[in-house]
C-alpha cells in the first residue's frame, strides 16, 4: 500500500520560510515523478511544483517562481518543497502527489496517489 506523509507545515509571517516534505511509504520514488499542489480556502485545488523522476527537471507555477523550489532525495524516497518569500495569498493546505510516469506535470489527474496534506499559514 502506498503511503505520502506531508509534513513541515504551520504558521509564518510573510517573508519568511518554510520546508515542506513529502516521504513515500510502499513505492520506490525514484521511479515516478512527484507534484505540490495546494487548495486554499473556498477554491480548487491547484498545481505548485512537479519534479521528475531523477531531479534534474522541474516546473513551477506562475505564482510560485522563483520563490519556491522542489527538491527530490530518492535515497530517502522524500520530496521537498523549499517556500522563501512567502505571502498571505500562500496560505492553503499543500499535497504531494506521485504519478506512475518519469516526467512531472500540472496536470493533477495524471498522479495516482496523494498524502493527506499538510497546513500552510502566511501572517500579513
Known amino acids: 500500500q502506498v503511503q505520502l506523509v506531508e509534513s513541515g507545515g504551520g504558521l509564518v509571517q510573510a517573508g519568511g520560510s518554510l520546508r515542506l516534505s513529502c516521504v513515500a511509504s510502499g513505492r520506490t520514488l525514484s521511479r515516478y515523478a512527484m507534484g505540490w499542489f495546494r487548495q486554499a480556502p473556498g477554491k480548487e485545488r491547484e498545481f505548485v511544483a512537479a519534479i521528475n523522476w531523477i531531479g534534474d527537471n522541474t516546473r513551477y507555477a506562475d505564482s510560485v517562481q522563483g520563490r519556491f523550489t522542489i527538491s527530490r532525495d530518492n535515497s530517502k524516497n522524500t520530496v521537498y518543497l523549499q517556500m522563501d518569500s512567502l505571502k498571505p495569498e500562500d496560505t492553503a493546505v499543500y499535497y504531494c502527489?506521485?504519478?506512475?510516469?518519469?516526467?512531472?506535470?500540472?496536470?493533477?489527474?495524471?498522479?495516482?496517489?496523494w498524502g493527506q496534506g499538510t497546513q500552510v499559514t502566511v501572517s500579513s
Open positions: 502527489a506521485s504519478r506512475p510516469g518519469l516526467t512531472g506535470t500540472s496536470n493533477q489527474h495524471a498522479y495516482d496517489y
